[in-house]
């Protein structure tokens, strides 16, 4: 079984739906990340948080929302999809800063998303 | 924000070949990450450099952190078709996120 999981592994949806990617990790890491991969672009930072309690905006967050529900989740919410947001999404995990290998991310399959 | 220079964008070669990817950034990093993504998973860490000048190597792959702390390279050698795949660069610096190239895309003909 994989130690970061995200569901639906593939969406189809029209514009203006709301919509939500799922992640949960069994690694026991305290740091999550999402992350949005187009092509010729790399992965880009969407939001992150580093324990339950904290949020974090990235690079690209303005159309997304997150919640940490708890140590092991992290869901990310598209609140009215846009064509624009049909990419790839990825959940990672991490250590903090100073464990064995220090910035090191573990990645989840990814989420494909098409907004019509 | 930080950004980071991937190149070449994709490679086309024969198996048997060696490959040279690199990245660089007006930014320097404490941190230089190497992943390889395959179709349908997610990015996979193959190599990590902490050390300016540090040469690390895994099996096949050869990477090193660049002095000015601002570089780093990958090469694979005599490349094989299971190397297909996309490959990031990825800088990062104390206790902050990683900042990722855009990915090289590496295609091997038997």
């Known amino acids: 079984d994989a130690d970061v999981t995200q569901t639906p592994r593939n969406r189809i949806t029209k514009t203006g739906k709301r919509i939500m990617l799922e992640c949960s990790q069994t690694?026991?890491?305290?740091?999550m990340y999402w992350y949005r991969q187009d092509p010729g672009l790399g992965l880009r930072l969407i939001y992150y948080?580093?324990?339950?309690?904290?949020?974090n905006k990235g690079e690209i967050s303005d159309g997304y929302s997150v919640s940490r529900q708890a140590q092991a989740k992290f869901s990310l919410s598209l609140e009215s999809a846009i064509p624009n947001q049909t990419a790839l999404y990825f959940c990672?995990?991490?250590?903090?800063?100073?464990?064995?290998?220090?910035?090191?991310?573990?990645f989840g399959e990814g989420s494909r998303l098409t907004v019509l | 924000g930080q950004q980071l220079n991937q190149s070449p964008q994709s490679m086309f070669i024969q198996e048997g070949e060696d490959v040279s990817m690199n990245c660089t950034s007006s930014?320097?990093?404490?941190?230089w990450l190497w992943y390889k993504q395959e179709p349908g998973e997610g990015p996979v860490l193959l190599i990590a450099l902490y050390k300016a000048g540090e040469l690390t190597s895994n099996g096949r792959l050869t990477a090193q952190f660049g002095i000015t702390r601002k570089d780093s390279f990958l090469n694979i050698s005599a490349s094989i078709p299971s190397d297909v795949g996309i490959y990031f660069c990825?800088?990062?610096?104390?206790?902050?996120?990683?900042?990722f190239g855009e990915g090289t895309q590496l295609t091997v003909n038997p």
């Open positions: 930014s320097i990093f404490n941190t």
């Open positions: 690694k026991g890491h305290d740091r």
């Open positions: 948080s580093f324990d339950v309690k904290d949020i």
């Open positions: 990672a995990t991490s250590d903090p800063p100073g464990q064995k290998v220090s910035g090191e991310l573990f």
């Open positions: 990825a800088g990062g610096t104390s206790g902050s996120r990683l900042t």
